[in-house]
């Protein structure tokens, strides 16, 4: 069985604290240590049968999911790049074709990155007993027990009959779109109906004939993407071209609706797709007052609130069916049974061009990270951090000019034909256009301050000339 883990999405109706370029599947949302793909990696690899996972994401992530899987031990497959999103059908084919590079006809299992479940062993076990359907070539998705009527999730219809006697499970009648409350309620009394989960398991090559005979063109692209992909250091970077082609569709509209081989297995684990806050209220620990508080928090005469700061004390006085999270640079406030709507303002931020929708004032690079500390009309100021060994690009700013101050580790910096190391409290300035780089020879991390000087400050200012980590944008 091999994974396929779907980690791609922006992660909008958890905005302020998921942004584009560091969206919620690579944060630790759930109150653990490990992030959301660190929780579904770890999760699907307990099962002995279970292969390296390949992962399918987009440039941005590339190097925050490298070493997220690193950070627990695990070495995938693949991390697979698509320079453009096409929906699940066109990557539940990327993840079929290379797992049939392994050889003989496994199993896919198709997961989105950033999923919870409750009851892991109850999802385990599901999983296993599923695999019964993919050798008679089912197409099998997962569809979750509904313990309530929700309006936010699609749903499957499961048809009387059955496809064998190997496990639980259903022919499929059809998928439905997410229903109004009185037609939730409905289909929850029914006992027909299942939340789609959006988890897929098949053989490789059941689905991928499947999809050539309802989109045989997505099948075409999604080939010629593989076979013209490269190898970029850790990374499978697909074709551009071919897969730029490729028709955008979900496995859903594409072959789930379409085929005669759909199967639903209930699947009762606890789940949920924390799509939102009140998803995240749902699933995390209440005191008393059914509150959740997350971080710094002081509530009085309050209930049923979402509380979450990040930077600062947040109090709350006389509140009911509330949620305020707070981050560094952006805070929302919201009744709890309105917080879906937060992807309006994400889409208002996207559309003004402000830096609150794409990234946080800290911001992850493959050597270290940079957080902004201070800012004005022709200065910005920013703490940044070097991991031991790590190397920046060899560059140069038009617009810029910039001060460093070393405030821990050691560096050593490339500026013009000069190379200097520099320790604690020691200094330099780099001048504009001056070729440049910074390295970090030692065994801690580097830290240092960088005032930036100029008439333009932007993250696109720069121009490399040598890069370790093959960017091929200038703000990555």
């Known amino acids: 069985m091999i994974p396929v883990i779907l980690a791609g999405g922006t992660g909008s109706r958890l905005w302020p604290l998921s942004r584009k370029n560091f969206p919620k599947q690579l944060m630790p949302v759930l109150g653990s240590e490990y992030s959301l793909l660190q929780e579904t990696v770890r999760r699907v690899m307990r099962l002995p049968e279970m292969g390296r996972p390949v992962v399918v994401t987009n440039e941005k992530y590339r190097f925050i999911i490298a070493s997220q899987l690193q950070a627990i031990g695990v070495e995938p497959e693949s991390i697979v790049l698509e320079p453009v999103g096409r929906s699940t059908a066109p990557a539940a084919a990327i993840g079929s074709l290379l797992a049939l590079q392994s050889g003989g006809n496994p199993d896919v299992l198709l997961l989105p990155a950033d999923h919870y479940v409750q009851n892991v062993e109850s999802f385990l076990a599901c999983l296993s007993m599923a695999s019964g359907f993919t ?38 009648d059809s998928f439905v779109e997410k229903p109004d409350l009185a037609r939730a309620e409905e289909y929850v009394a029914s006992g027909n109906y299942y939340w789609n989960s959006g988890m897929f398991l098949f053989k490789a090559e059941t689905y991928l004939k499947e999809l050539d005979k309802f989109e045989p063109e997505m099948v075409r692209c999604c080939k010629g993407a593989i076979d013209k992909a490269h190898e970029d250091l850790d990374f499978l970077r697909l074709d551009k071209d071919s897969f730029a082609r490729c028709p955008e569709d979900s496995i859903d509209y594409a072959v789930m609706e379409k085929t005669s081989k759909g199967i639903v297995v209930p699947l009762d684990c606890g789940w949920s797709d924390v799509g939102s806050w009140s998803s995240l209220y749902e699933v995390r620990d209440k005191d008393e007052s059914s509150n959740v508080s997350i971080g710094d928090v002081m509530l009085e005469d309050s209930t049923n609130c979402y509380m979450h700061s990040s930077e600062r004390l947040v109090a709350g006085v006389g509140l009911d069916n509330i949620a305020v ?115 970090n020879p030692g065994k801690v991390d580097l830290e240092l301050i960088e005032v930036q000087t100029g008439s333009y400050l932007g993250e696109d200012d720069i121009e490399r000339m040598e890069d370790l980590y093959g960017r091929m944008y200038q703000d990555s």
């Not at 749903?155 to 009387?160: E, P, Q």
Request: net charge neutral; proline share 4%; aromatic share 10%.
């Open 135 to 172: 050798e008679n070539s089912g197409l099998v998705t997962f569809g979750i027990v509904p313990d309530k009527p929700e309006t936010g999730y699609g749903y499957i219809k499961r048809d009387a009959g059955v496809p064998d006697s190997s496990g639980e499970g259903f022919f499929i």
């Open 325 to 439: 999270v707070e981050s560094k640079d952006a805070v929302l406030v919201s009744r709890l049974d309105k917080v879906q709507d937060v992807k309006k303002i994400f889409s208002r931020l996207k559309k003004d061009g402000r830096n609150e929708y794409e990234s946080h004032t800290k911001v992850y690079r493959p050597w270290g990270n940079y957080e902004s500390i201070g800012k004005g009309d022709r200065y910005q100021v920013k703490r940044i951090i070097v991991f031991p060994g790590q190397t920046l690009s060899l560059q140069k700013h038009y617009h810029r000019a910039e001060h460093w101050v070393v405030v821990k580790g050691t560096a050593v910096v490339t500026r013009d034909d000069e190379e200097m190391v520099l320790t604690e409290d020691q200094s330099t300035y780099i001048p504009l256009c001056s070729v440049h780089r910074l390295h």
